[in-house]
Every structure is written in structure tokens, then in C-alpha cells.
């Protein structure tokens, strides 16, 4: 009797092989070759890219404040066979970054009508025109580069933001695919162990060796998982077309994931203890000094900066200094050579006064409150990752101390399953008894696929509350 259940027991190991599914054709999509994909495809990567190119874009157009300006312009009048004028200027204006402008030019008039203060003939001049007062330290031409540099500094954290929230998204659909496959591939290969079971205790039953109602006891956990199976299955293809959401082509068309291609499965059986988590400490210091969503804000506290020490020259009088070298014709090297004050030059000076100048003290003090507003925005979005970064590290701890006690557990389980196992295959128990330790296990296998998952996605979730996915 010993020799005929050890070749049923032979009989159902070949029966096994055979009904387990080949893998030949599967192709694997590691994590790495998912966030590749992601980095170089996907719309949102693509658009936080374009706001660095914008923003440069836009510094280079408040660097053109500062590009030298060529003027020429020419007014001419005759009437009933009369020459009136005939003025003819050729200019060029020169702006500087500490805030003075540098002129010449060259002019040409005549007429029998002209401007009594319009030079006659050919002359030259070159000139300077100096703030005194207000626009001296700051102007709008030189704040807006600055700021310019600001925002050119500040997308570059803006597009590590996005990234960085685009990733945490892809990295929980990866993980949720990965895990929903795994789950399948474990009840494939458990509804394999029970079809052959199935079969064994049906020729054990024609044989004589087993009771009816084993067949039905087999026929109706092969048809529980059977059912759970399914389940499984539309899980798994749910999750997979989540997954698409991440995957595009590089002509901006969406990719759809074909069915033969798998995720990783290394990682379930990968030991937890193997990543290293820094100390709690350092990762709240890198967030507080690298956070991408704290830069930005930096850049921003630092921009309006610039906008209220703007706003305060709105509080200084206008008083402005011109001054210009003249001389005929157009040689001007012969004009530097007379005492500045002393003959062929033209001075003047503007002054404007507003009165009491409501508009430049309200423009400084809501410059003043954006400042504030911002100041308290980052108290508390420091505040707020802080605390994320707190969250997160303690669940990666606690979900690996799970996953190392659920590990044990599954191996106990294992081990009952194995032992009621043989003792089935001797007729020394009832296929009860081995379809509950069986489902245990099935239980157990899938809960520390769960912990599992849980725990990639809460690492992930980590270097997201630090900011470091990119």
C-alpha cells in the first residue's frame, strides 16, 4: 500500500510540472526600465522641462533691456518751393547695469525755418544721464534681471517638484502592478497543485483508496481558487492599465503595456533587511536644506526681495542729471579736451516730487505683506515635510519589522502544510485538514506580498517626503 500512494505521490509531482505555465515568451519590466521610461516620455516630465526652457527664455528677454539701442530719424518740411528744415539724427543709447545710461549721436540741419535751439550744420554729441535719487540703487530694468536670474534658478526646482510628485504616483501604480501579478502567479501555481491534486484523489477514489466526498472536498478548493484566481486576474489587468497611465512613446503618443510583458519578481524574495535607511536626523536635514518645494520658495522669498527694495525707491523723489558733450562737426575727440562746464555742452537736471505719494507708500507695503505671506508659507510648508518625512520613516521601520515576523510566520505555515502534506500521502489525515493548512499558506503568501508591496511603496514614499525622487 506504502509503494502504490508514493507512485500516486511521484505521479501528482509530474502531473504539477507539466500544468505549470512556461515563461519563455515573458519579458521583464524592471522598476529602473519604468522610471526611464517615465523620466523621458511622460507629458508632465516633458512640461517641467519646458518650464526651465521658459523661464531661460524669459531671462533672455530682460537681459535685451540692457542692449544698446540704435535710433535714426529724419523730419523735413518744403512748401511753395521754400526748404522750412530739414533735421536729420543718427543716435545711439547705451544701458548700463548700475543704472546710467551712456548717449551719442550725430545730427545734420538745416532750413530756412528752423529751431532756434537746433544746432545748424553738422554736430556730435555724447552725453550721460545719472539718477540722483530714486533708481540709483535699484530699477525696474535691473530688478527684472535679477529676478529674472531668480526664476531661471527657482523652474529649475519647480520642474524637481513635479518630478518628484510624478514619480511617487508612477512608483505606487508600479508597485500596485507588481504586487497584483505576483498574487497571480501564486494562485496559478497553487489551482496547479490542486488540479493535480484534484486528479490524484480522483484515481485514488477509483481505486478504492478514498471516499466520494474526497473528490467533492478536492473539486471545491480547486474551484475557490479557481474563483479568487479571476479576481486576481481583473486586478491584475486593472493595475496594468494604470500602469499605462506612466507609459508613452517618445512622439507624445500614449503606450499601452502588451500582455507578455511582467514586472520584476526578485523583489519577493529580496530580504528587507538589505536597504539601509539613513537615521531619522539626516533625513529631516536634507529635506530641510534640499527639498525641492523649499528651494523654490527660497527663490521666491529672495525675488520679492528685490520687489520691495523696488517699491521703496517709489518713495524717493525723481531726480535725475543729463549732461552732454557737444561739438561741430563730427569729431567729438576734440569736445573731451574743454573743461566740462566751460563751453559746448548742455546741462540739465528734472526733479519730481509726488505729493504725499499715496500710490509708492501702498505699493511698499503690499511688497512688505508678500514678503511676510511668503515667510509664513514656508514656516509651514517646512512644517508640513517635515512631518511627512517623520510619517514615512517610521512606517518603512514598522512595515519591515512586519514583513521579518510575517516571514517567519509563512515559513511556520509552510512547514504545518508540508507535514499535514506527507501525512495526506500515508492516508494518516483527511484532505480537509491539508485544504485548510493549504489555504494558510495561500493567506499568508499573499499577506507578505502585501507587507511587501506596502513597504516598497513607503520607501518610495520617503525619499518623496524628502524630495529626493527625481
Not at 532750413?111 to 533708481?135: F, V
Not at 503595456?257 to 535607511?277: C, F, G, H, R
Amino acid at each position: 500500500m506504502r509503494m502504490i500512494k508514493k507512485g500516486l505521490l511521484l505521479c501528482f509531482v509530474c502531473m504539477l510540472a507539466r500544468l505549470l505555465p512556461a515563461q519563455d515568451t515573458l519579458r521583464v519590466f524592471t522598476e529602473e526600465d519604468f522610471l526611464t521610461a517615465v523620466r523621458n516620455n511622460h507629458p508632465v516630465a516633458k512640461q517641467a522641462g519646458l518650464l526651465v526652457d521658459l523661464a531661460r527664455a524669459g531671462l533672455l528677454s530682460v537681459r535685451g533691456n540692457f542692449d544698446p539701442v540704435l535710433a535714426f530719424n529724419t523730419d523735413r518740411k518744403t512748401f511753395d518751393g521754400k526748404n522750412y528744415y530739414n533735421y536729420t539724427n543718427a543716435e545711439v543709447v547705451i544701458p548700463t547695469w548700475f543704472g546710467v545710461e551712456l548717449y551719442g549721436g550725430l545730427e545734420n540741419n538745416f532750413g530756412d525755418n528752423t529751431n532756434r535751439e537746433i544746432t545748424l550744420g553738422q554736430s556730435s554729441y555724447a552725453g550721460i544721464s545719472i539718477p540722483l535719487l530714486k533708481d540709483l540703487v535699484l530699477d525696474k530694468r535691473r530688478a527684472a534681471l535679477q529676478q529674472g536670474k531668480l526664476f531661471t534658478q527657482q523652474s529649475e526646482f519647480e520642474r524637481r517638484t513635479i518630478i518628484n510628485e510624478l514619480f511617487f504616483d508612477a512608483y505606487k501604480a508600479y508597485w500596485n502592478w507588481a504586487k497584483d501579478y505576483q498574487v497571480l502567479q501564486v494562485l496559478d501555481t497553487t489551482i496547479a497543485l490542486n488540479e493535480a491534486r484534484y486528479k490524484l484523489v480522483r484515481i485514488s477514489f477509483e481505486q478504492g483508496d478514498r471516499a466520494a466526498i474526497d473528490t467533492s472536498e478536492a473539486l471545491v478548493q480547486l474551484q475557490a481558487f479557481q474563483q479568487l484566481r479571476e479576481d486576481a486576474w481583473l486586478k491584475y489587468r486593472k493595475s496594468a492599465l494604470e500602469l499605462s497611465v506612466y507609459l508613452w512613446l517618445p512622439d507624445n503618443k500614449p503606450a499601452y503595456l502588451p500582455e507578455n510583458i511582467i514586472p520584476d519578481t526578485l523583489w519577493s524574495k529580496q530580504q528587507l533587511a538589505m536597504y539601509k535607511i539613513a537615521s531619522l536626523d539626516s533625513m529631516l536635514a536634507n529635506a530641510a536644506l534640499n527639498h525641492p518645494k523649499l528651494q523654490q520658495i527660497d527663490f521666491k522669498l529672495q525675488s520679492l526681495e528685490i520687489e520691495r527694495r523696488l517699491k521703496f525707491q517709489s518713495l524717493l523723489p525723481k531726480l535725475d542729471l543729463k549732461y552732454n558733450f557737444l561739438q561741430k562737426g563730427y569729431n567729438l575727440g576734440n569736445a573731451f579736451k574743454n573743461n566740462i562746464l566751460e563751453n559746448n555742452y548742455k546741462f540739465g537736471v528734472s526733479a519730481v516730487v509726488p505729493i504725499p505719494n499715496r500710490s509708492g507708500i501702498g505699493d511698499y507695503k503690499a511688497a512688505r505683506i508678500k514678503l511676510k505671506s511668503t515667510e509664513l508659507d514656508r514656516n509651514f510648508t517646512a512644517l508640513t515635510i517635515e512631518n511627512k518625512v517623520r510619517f514615512h520613516y517610521n512606517e518603512v521601520v514598522n512595515l519591515q519589522k512586519q514583513v521579518r515576523i510575517y516571514e517567519a510566520a509563512l515559513d511556520n505555515y509552510r512547514k504545518l502544510y508540508n507535514a499535514e502534506l506527507l501525512k495526506f500521502s500515508f492516508g494518516e489525515t483527511t484532505l480537509f485538514l491539508l485544504n485548510s493548512r493549504e489555504t494558510k499558506v495561500l493567506e499568508a503568501e499573499q499577506k507578505l506580498l502585501e507587507l511587501k508591496t506596502k513597504f516598497y511603496q513607503a520607501f518610495a514614499a520617503l525619499n518623496w517626503a524628502t524630495g529626493l525622487l527625481q
